[in-house]
């Protein structure tokens, strides 16, 4: 009888230990969403199979958190004409939690977000941005946010890349540097005892990864860089991560809320996006803008009279057929010497074959920013700083790259900076440093994107009266005028190696 009150004894107290672990466990699932500008293209998961997806997880007992990751109001064909405004609606139907910033919510400038902020039935988030006009962030836009599901809760620090200033020509937004503010963020959270902070960011930091090791943030999501992406990149290290070939995933989040180190264990299901049932009503919702996009820009103008593609790795590392088209376009616009297109303005990403027809919305997509042409008068000199500008990352693959018409030029990657550039001609002529030539480019050129600074050094050509078009409305009129487009490999660009 003794032995068997033992045991009794010793189960009963089993099974209380094990009643108080469940009791201090607690369970969350984080759907995590981004990096989704354009709702035509369907190949890695639309808003509508993210719209099941998350039908499916609030029908759980365990709550969920959705947080939308940015990265989607721009660029593409349709918010080149609404300037996002359709991925808010989208969006709203959604219902995320709480929406982070990239640097893509800044396509259309600063004032165009805070409009998107209040179409927005859901809060907006970036820690580190300082407005002069408001002396504190930019207006409709919060600092930080805390998510509360039943008895959970989840602080949220987004911080924003500080070349988002440069890149996208912010006039007055200013980018703090994040490691004071992610500190002055966390002591704010854990005063309000939150369960779980959650730091979430695109450029990667090695602070970042000191902040996860010594438990200050218990686990990070990032916008994953254009540059960074591949079709196997793994979640590792509680950071996780979407990216244009994985558009959202789903976190399975459990920890012991008694613990100090929380014991925080998160598991990521496998998802196969393309395949998820689509959502009836977001589907719907789609499927009007999509025939709204068509009825304006389905038109046909010209046909591909070659095969053309407009890949990054293309466009932004030598001369490319495309980019050819669109330099010549608005150097015949403006009757200039030359012309410059930052590759960075080239952003469709595809194939297209022999006899295919052209349509106003194949030019959108590639060129969905709304830019307008300038013409500037600019030195030989001048012209070299700017070659030498175009190649200085061409390793990085970056955006500053200049596809050009009415020159061409060798250069040697492998060359100290500002001593690549090797050989200059201007119609078929060894450029003259001193002399004067007319450049058409962009106004986002013009005024120091890409951080061109040589062009603002630069004079202005007498300005039209009138307001000068979209350089997709200048490609557009030309190839109009051709009907066939027979855009080639011409060596305007040619890179030497050892």
């Known amino acids: 009888?003794?032995?068997?009150?033992?045991?009794?004894?010793?189960?009963?107290?089993?099974?209380?230990?094990?009643?108080?672990?469940?009791?201090?466990?607690?369970?969350?699932?984080?759907?995590?969403?981004?990096?989704?500008?354009?709702?035509?293209?369907?190949?890695?998961?639309?808003?509508?199979?993210?719209?099941?997806?998350?039908?499916?997880?609030?029908?759980?007992?365990?709550?969920?958190?959705?947080?939308?990751?940015g990265g989607s109001l721009g660029p593409s064909p349709l918010s080149s004409l609404d300037k996002g405004s359709h991925i808010i609606d989208i969006l709203n139907t959604l219902e995320p939690d709480l929406m982070t910033l990239t640097k893509r919510e800044f396509s259309y400038s600063e004032d165009e977000l805070t409009l998107r902020s209040y179409e927005a039935?859901?809060?907006?988030?970036?820690?580190?941005?300082?407005?002069?006009?408001?002396?504190?962030?930019?207006?409709?836009?919060?600092?930080?946010?805390?998510?509360?599901?039943?008895?959970?809760?989840?602080?949220?620090?987004?911080?924003?890349?500080?070349?988002?200033?440069?890149?996208?020509?912010?006039?007055?937004?200013?980018?703090?540097?994040?490691?004071?503010?992610?500190?002055?963020?966390?002591?704010?959270?854990?005063?309000?005892?939150?369960?779980?902070?959650?730091?979430?960011?695109?450029?990667?930091?090695?602070?970042?990864?000191?902040?996860?090791?010594?438990?200050?943030?218990?686990?990070?999501?990032?916008?994953?860089?254009?540059?960074e992406q591949n079709s196997t990149f793994q979640q590792t290290n509680k950071i996780y991560s979407v990216a244009t070939r994985a558009p959202f995933v789903l976190l399975r989040m459990r920890w012991d809320s008694d613990s100090d180190n929380k014991n925080l264990m998160i598991d990521v299901p496998k998802l196969d996006r393309a395949l998820l049932p689509g959502n009836p009503t977001t589907s719907s919702l789609i499927k009007k803008y999509n025939q709204r996009l068509n009825r304006l820009l389905?038109?046909?103008?010209?046909?591909?009279?070659?095969?053309?593609?407009?890949?990054?790795?293309?466009?932004?590392?030598?001369?490319?057929?495309?980019?050819?088209l669109v330099a010549d376009s608005i150097r015949g616009y403006l009757q200039t010497d030359i012309a410059f297109v930052n590759a960075g303005d080239i952003r469709g990403e595809k194939s297209y074959n022999k006899g295919d027809p052209i349509t106003r919305h194949d030019i959108v997509t590639e060129l969905p920013f709304r830019n307008t042409i300038t013409g500037l008068f600019i030195t030989g000199a001048q012209i070299k700083k700017a070659l030498e500008h175009s190649?200085?990352?061409?390793?990085?693959?970056?955006?500053?790259?200049?596809?050009?018409?009415?020159?061409?030029?060798?250069?040697?990657?492998?060359?100290?900076?500002?001593?690549?550039?090797q050989t200059i001609l201007i119609n078929k002529e060894p450029i003259i440093p001193s002399k004067t030539y007319t450049l058409a480019i962009s106004n986002y050129l013009a005024n120091g994107g890409d951080e061109y600074s040589v062009f603002l050094n630069t004079k202005r050509q007498q300005a039209s009266t009138q307001k000068q078009p979209l350089i997709s409305e200048i490609v557009?009129?030309?190839?109009?005028?051709?009907?066939?487009?027979?855009?080639?490999?011409?060596?305007?660009?040619?890179?030497?190696?050892?």
């Open 391 to 421: 190649v200085s990352q061409v390793q990085q693959i970056n955006g500053r790259f200049l596809q050009i018409s009415g020159l061409s030029f060798t250069y040697r990657p492998d060359n100290p900076d500002n001593q690549r550039v």
């Open 298 to 324: 389905g038109q046909q103008i010209g046909t591909w009279g070659t095969q053309i593609n407009t890949l990054r790795n293309l466009v932004r590392t030598q001369e490319a057929p495309f980019g050819n």
């Open 121 to 227: 039935a859901f809060p907006l988030i970036s820690s580190n941005i300082y407005d002069p006009l408001t002396d504190n962030n930019l207006e409709g836009i919060s600092s930080t946010y805390i998510a509360e599901k039943n008895d959970i809760k989840i602080g949220f620090i987004s911080i924003l890349d500080e070349e988002v200033v440069t890149e996208y020509l912010l006039k007055r937004l200013q980018v703090v540097d994040p490691r004071d503010v992610i500190q002055r963020e966390i002591a704010f959270l854990r005063a309000q005892k939150v369960d779980l902070i959650a730091l979430t960011y695109a450029k990667e930091r090695d602070y970042y990864h000191t902040l996860l090791s010594e438990n200050q943030i218990d686990f990070a999501l990032r916008v994953l860089p254009t540059s």
């Open 476 to 498: 557009t009129r030309s190839i109009q005028q051709q009907k066939i487009i027979y855009p080639s490999i011409e060596n305007r660009i040619k890179r030497i190696t050892k």
């Open 1 to 69: 009888m003794l032995i068997h009150k033992l045991l009794f004894v010793t189960t009963a107290s089993l099974l209380l230990i094990n009643t108080v672990v469940v009791a201090t466990e607690k369970h969350l699932t984080l759907v995590y969403a981004g990096n989704m500008p354009d709702i035509g293209i369907s190949t890695y998961g639309t808003y509508s199979n993210l719209a099941s997806l998350l039908e499916t997880v609030r029908a759980e007992e365990t709550p969920t958190v959705f947080t939308f990751a």
